[in-house]
């Protein structure tokens, strides 16, 4: 058989494959995390190479960038953002910001198949008109981490957040309302997302050190877009 000489990563990528090719069961691909909470798999993985074009088309214009905590800690993610507001970090704090504080100039516009997808996203989940002003793009290699936090820098509170997964599996940390909640553990794979909303919308969350791997279309990477809704 061909798997005999594929790599373990490799024959996840083709069982994937395969899997794509069956009718579309969305009830199956649905997991509730928690009240307001669900993990759609795959939602995104067929639209997987015209969001890859759109991410480098907006990391082009925005570049990653490693930003500081306001305790004085370098991010091990490197982040962009686009849409109107971008999510930033510095030694004063956290906050959204119409403009990039590296070139002052406004983010890059959210391109169309990242608001179709975080609005079809949301819809699957019970959460219709969702339009978010920002798009977080988090990229990860092998060892960075995102540690537990919530979403809260966001005026309205009533919108979800929508999660993609795109690249090397994650360890997803999915924990409650408080930090000393004892956080579930999901494998977010490529083309997953998450989408937390209502009950859960500040649920602790955050993401374990990547482990190494090579994955097909992304190589040794994970990126994740977090959709917002900033305003009310
Ligand atoms: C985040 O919490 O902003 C990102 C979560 C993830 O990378 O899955
Ligand atoms: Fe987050």
Same mark, same amino acid.
């Given at each position: 058989?061909?798997?005999?000489?594929?790599?373990?990563?490799?024959?996840?990528?083709?069982?994937?494959?395969?899997?794509?090719?069956?009718?579309?069961?969305?009830?199956?691909?649905?997991? #509730?995390?928690?009240?307001?909470?669900?993990?759609?798999?795959?939602?995104?993985?067929?639209?997987?190479?015209?969001?890859?074009?759109?991410?480098?088309?907006?990391?082009?214009?925005?570049?990653?960038?490693?930003?500081?905590?306001?305790?004085?800690?370098?991010?091990?993610?490197?982040?962009?953002?686009?849409?109107?507001?971008?999510?930033?970090?510095?030694?004063?704090?956290?906050? =959204?910001?119409?403009?990039?504080?590296?070139?002052?100039?406004?983010?890059?516009?959210?391109?169309?198949?990242?608001?179709?997808?975080?609005?079809?996203?949301?819809?699957?989940?019970? =959460?219709?008109?969702?339009? #978010?002003?920002?798009?977080?793009?988090?990229? =990860?290699?092998?060892?960075?981490?995102?540690?537990?936090?919530?979403?809260?820098?966001?005026?309205?509170?009533?919108? #979800?957040?929508?999660?993609?997964?795109?690249?090397?599996?994650?360890?997803?940390?999915?924990?409650?309302?408080?930090?000393?909640?004892?956080?579930?553990? =999901?494998?977010?794979?490529?083309?997953?997302?998450?989408?937390?909303?209502?009950?859960?919308?500040?649920?602790?969350?955050?993401?374990?050190?990547?482990?190494?791997?090579?994955?097909?279309?992304?190589?040794?990477?994970?990126?994740?877009?977090?959709?917002?809704?900033?305003?009310?």
């Amino acid at each position: 058989m061909l798997s005999h000489s594929l790599s373990k990563t490799d024959q996840s990528v083709i069982s994937l494959d395969l899997f794509n090719d069956l009718p579309p069961s969305p009830e199956a691909a649905q997991m #509730p995390l928690a009240a307001g909470s669900v993990l759609l798999r795959g939602f995104a993985q067929s639209m997987d190479a015209e969001l890859l074009r759109a991410i480098d088309a907006v990391i082009v214009q925005a570049p990653l960038r490693h930003m500081q905590t306001p305790g004085g800690y370098t991010m091990s993610v490197a982040a962009t953002s686009c849409g109107s507001l971008g999510w930033v970090s510095d030694s004063t704090g956290y906050r =959204y910001a119409a403009l990039d504080p590296s070139s002052r100039r406004p983010w890059p516009a959210m391109p169309a198949c990242f608001l179709d997808l975080a609005q079809r996203a949301a819809a699957q989940a019970g =959460y219709d008109n969702f339009v #978010p002003e920002s798009c977080l793009v988090n990229t =990860y290699t092998p060892g960075a981490k995102l540690s537990l936090h919530q979403d809260k820098d966001e005026k309205d509170l009533t919108a #979800p957040i929508v999660s993609v997964s795109l690249g090397l599996p994650a360890v997803f940390l999915f924990g409650g309302a408080k930090r000393s909640d004892k956080p579930q553990r =999901y494998r977010l794979l490529h083309g997953d997302v998450v989408v937390w909303g209502g009950p859960s919308r500040l649920a602790y969350h955050g993401v374990l050190q990547l482990a190494d791997g090579e994955h097909a279309l992304l190589g040794r990477r994970r990126i994740n877009l977090t959709f917002r809704r900033v305003l009310v």
